[in-house]
C-alpha cells in the first residue's frame, strides 16, 4: 500500500503549454517537428515514439524494457492553476509488462520555487497483457506555494516487458456546487437527540456570493408535512442541527437545496435518514463522539498493519499493548480468527482488493458478479465472529473508481449491518469527494526522515474533510522506507522513525481527532532494513503503544472539556473531560523546543503532568517547556 508516491527521476522537456487550448500539447504524439515528437523528451532507447502503434494506428509512446532497475519516463511540463484541480488521462495497452508495482501508468507532479518536489498525484496502472484501457486520475487542489507542474506517463520501476501510451490529457475537474449531503448519525439512524446535518459544498465567489446564496434543509416533521430549515454556509459546509424528535418516523430523503441570490434552486443533494422507536442491536458502531463501540462498550483500537496472521509470531504480538490488527492476507480459517479472539485481538478484515480489473484482484475474480460473491462468501463466514472489529474496504483506490468504492460500502452494510467499513487514503486534501464511501476513515503520513509534523497537517486535513461527522481511525509511520527501495544507496538515505518521532506522530494523530490508531506495519519491522534488528524496533513501538494504551481511559472520556485558545500550528491540542477533572493534550509538532503558552477557557484550581513535562498553571493559563517533538498530557483538577 504504501509505496504509492513516487521519487520521479525523469528529464523534462522544457515547453510550457499554451495559455490557450489543451493543457497537454501533442498528447497523441502527432506533431513532429524535425524528427524530434513536439512537447515530449526522449529517454533512450527503452521510451520511443512509434508510428502505427497508437489506438487507431496512430502514433504512440513505445515503451520495452528488460532491466528491472531501469527507471526513467518522458515528460512534458504543464501549466496549472492553484486551488484549482484537474482530471487527467492516458490510454495504455501491455504486453507481459511483469514486476510488483501496479504497471504502465501517468502521474502529475509539482516543484515549489527552489526547483523542489512538494508532491503529486498518481495512480494505479496496467500490467500483464491488457488491450488498450484508460487510465485516469484527479489531482488535489493544486498548492498554492507550486511553481512548475509536468506530466508524465511512464512505467513504474521494476517491471520489464512492454507497454504503449496514447491520448494523453489534462483537463479542469470543476466540483460540483454540491457534493453531498451527510448526517452526524451513525448510518444515517437516530432514535433521539440532536442531528446535524452538513452540506459539503464548493461555491465560486463570483458564481455563487454570499450570503445572497444560500442552503436550506428540506425534510418531512413529525406532523407529516413538508419543513424547510436554513443552513449556516461557512467555507465548505452548509449546517443545519435538528432534533430528532422534529422528523417523522421511518426513512425519508432529506434534501439540501442550494438557492441562488434571485430563488433559483441549482444544486441540491440527499441524505437518506432513519428515525427509528429503537436503535438496532449492532456488534460495532460510532457514537456521537467518534468513538467505536463494540458490544455496547467504548473501545480504542491500537493496532498494526499485518501481512497475515502466522502462529509463529502471534504470540508476540498478542504479549505487546496491541488490541487489533490488519491483515492484508485476511483469515481464510475460522482457526485464525478464534486465536485472536482468544488474545482479545479484534480484526479488521480486508477486502480492499476485490475490485475486478485492479492490481491486485483474487484470482477469479473478473466482473462485478465474481466481485459480490467473492465478498458475500468472505461476509457469510466471518460476519458473527467475534474477533471482527470492521472490513477494511480500500486502500488509497483512485477517486475516479468512487462509483465502485460506494456501492462497496452499501454491499458492506447490506451484508453485515453490524460492523462499519474503514478505508485509508493517502488522498487526504480529497476526503469531502470519498465521503460516500466509508464509515470510518484514515491517512497515512509517511513523512520520516522529512519531518513528523505530517502527521498533524494530514490529520487535520482528514478531520476537515469528513466535516467532524465521521471517526477517524489513523495510519502513522512505524516503518523503515528503506524496506521498499531496491538498492543499497536509496536504502541509505531512509531510515525508520525514533522512537521520539514514533511517539510525536501517535499523539500528533489523536490530538489532532483520532479515535484509533494502526500503525504501519508489524511485517515491515521483521524485514530489518539498514540492519536494525526487529527486537530493537519492536521494542519501541510497544514502549509507544503501551503509553497511548494506559491513557486510553481518557481518550474514550465525554465529560465537560474545556476549550483552548492561543495555540500556533506547531502544536497540537485536544481536550477531555473524566470524573469531574479535565485532561489537555498538547503536542510539538516540531523538532525544536516550543514553550506553550495556552488559555484556558475556564480557570483551574491545580495542574498535574499525566506524560511529558511539568506544567504551569496560573488560573486559566496553562504553560509547558516542550521538548522537540514532546507530548504532554496534563490533568485540569476544577476549583
Not at 501549466?79 to 504497471?103: F, I, M, P, Q
Not at 496502472?125 to 507550486?146: C, F, H, L, M, Y
Not at 480459517?333 to 480492499?352: E, F, P, R, T
Not at 465537560?560 to 473524566?578: M, Q, Y
Amino acid at each position: 500500500m504504501k509505496a504509492s508516491l513516487l521519487a520521479c527521476a525523469a528529464g523534462l522537456a522544457a515547453c510550457a503549454c499554451a495559455a490557450e487550448g489543451p493543457i497537454v500539447r501533442n498528447g497523441g504524439f502527432e506533431d513532429v517537428k524535425g524528427g524530434q515528437t513536439v512537447g515530449w523528451n526522449a529517454v533512450g532507447r527503452r521510451y520511443v515514439y512509434a508510428d502505427g502503434a497508437g489506438r487507431s494506428g496512430t502514433r504512440a509512446l513505445a515503451f520495452e524494457n528488460d532491466d528491472p532497475k531501469f527507471y526513467s519516463f518522458p515528460g512534458q511540463r504543464i501549466e496549472l492553476k492553484a486551488g484549482k484541480t484537474y482530471k487527467y488521462e492516458v490510454w495504455v495497452r501491455t504486453e507481459n509488462l511483469k514486476g510488483d508495482e501496479s504497471g504502465a501508468s501517468i502521474c502529475i507532479e509539482w516543484s515549489g520555487p527552489d526547483g523542489k518536489w512538494l508532491g503529486g498525484s498518481y495512480t494505479s496502472g496496467v500490467k500483464g497483457t491488457k488491450d488498450w484501457t484508460r487510465v485516469e486520475g484527479v489531482t488535489q487542489p493544486i498548492p498554492a506555494n507550486a511553481r512548475s507542474f509536468r506530466v508524465s506517463p511512464y512505467v513504474r520501476k521494476g517491471l520489464t516487458g512492454k507497454a504503449w501510451f496514447d491520448d494523453i490529457s489534462v483537463t479542469p475537474y470543476v466540483r460540483p456546487p454540491v457534493m453531498g449531503l451527510y448526517s452526524s448519525a451513525y448510518r444515517n439512524v437516530a432514535a433521539s437527540g440532536p442531528v446535524t446535518f452538513k452540506a459539503a459544498v464548493s461555491l465560486d465567489a463570483d458564481e455563487y456570493p454570499l450570503p445572497a446564496t444560500r442552503g436550506v434543509l428540506r425534510y418531512t416533521g413529525a406532523d407529516g408535512t413538508r419543513h424547510e430549515t436554513a443552513t449556516v454556509i461557512a467555507g465548505d459546509e452548509a449546517t443545519a442541527t435538528l432534533d430528532v424528535a422534529a422528523l417523522a418516523p421511518g426513512k425519508q430523503d432529506v434534501a439540501f437545496v442550494l438557492v441562488k441570490g434571485d430563488g433559483k434552486e441549482v444544486a441540491s443533494a440527499i441524505c437518506p435518514f432513519t428515525r427509528v422507536a429503537q436503535m438496532p442491536a449492532r456488534a460495532v458502531w460510532f457514537d456521537e463522539f467518534g468513538r467505536t463501540i463494540v458490544n455496547g462498550q467504548p473501545f480504542f483500537p491500537l493496532g498494526m498493519y499485518w501481512g497475515g496472521v502466522t502462529t509463529n509470531k502471534f504470540e508476540i504480538y498478542a504479549k505487546g499493548p496491541f488490541n487489533c490488527l490488519m491483515p492484508y492476507a485476511s483469515p481464510t480459517s475460522k482457526d485464525l480468527m478464534d486465536l485472536c479472539h482468544a488474545h482479545g485481538v479484534k480484526v479488521i478484515y480486508s477486502v480492499k482488493d476485490v475490485f475486478s480489473g485492479t492490481h491486485w484482484a483474487p484470482k477469479g475474480v473478473n466482473t462485478e458478479a465474481d466481485e459480490v460473491a467473492y465478498i458475500t462468501a468472505r461476509v457469510s463466514k466471518f460476519k458473527d465472529h467475534p474477533a471482527l472489529l470492521a472490513w477494511y474496504l480500500n486502500d488509497e483506490l483512485p477517486l475516479s473508481m468512487l462509483p465502485r468504492l460506494s456501492a462497496r460500502r452499501d454491499l458492506l452494510e447490506r451484508l453485515d449491518p453490524g460492523h462499519p467499513g474503514w478505508v485509508v487514503l493517502y488522498q487526504y486534501t480529497q476526503i469531502a469527494d470519498y465521503m460516500p464511501s466509508f464509515d470510518v476513515i484514515g491517512t497515512d503520513p509517511y513523512p520520516i526522515p522529512r519531518p513528523a509534523a505530517m502527521a498533524s497537517t494530514w490529520t487535520r486535513a482528514t478531520r476537515k474533510g469528513t466535516m467532524g461527522l465521521k471517526p477517524l481511525w489513523q495510519v502513522p509511520q512505524a516503518f523503515d522506507w528503506a524496506a521498499y527501495k531496491k538498492t543499497p544507496e536509496e536504502k541509505k538515505k531512509n531510515r525508520a522513525p525514533t522512537e521520539a518521532e514514533l511517539r510525536s506522530m501517535c499523539w500528533q494523530c489523536i490530538a489532532c481527532g483520532a479515535n484509533g490508531l494502526v500503525m504501519y506495519s508489524w511485517f515491515d519491522l521483521w524485514k530489518e532494513p539498514n540492519g536494525v534488528p526487529f527486537a530493537q524496533r519492536w521494542a519501541e513501538v510497544c514502549r509507544v503503544g503501551q503509553e497511548i494504551k494506559e491513557q486510553i481511559p481518557v481518550l474514550l472520556a465525554t465529560g465537560p472539556a474545556p476549550s483552548v485558545s492561543g495555540a500556533p500550528d506547531e502544536l497540537a491540542v485536544r481536550t477531555w473531560g473524566k470524573d469531574g477533572a479535565a485532561y489537555v493534550l498538547v503536542v510539538n509538532t516540531t523538532d525544536k523546543p516550543f514553550t506553550a503558552s495556552l488559555t484556558l477557557s475556564e480557570p483551574f484550581a491545580a495542574a498535574q503532568r499525566v506524560i511529558g513535562p511539568e506544567p504551569k498553571l496560573v488560573g486559566a493559563s496553562l504553560g509547558l517547556a516542550l521538548a522537540p517533538l514532546e507530548p504532554a498530557l496534563v490533568r485540569l483538577t476544577r476549583k
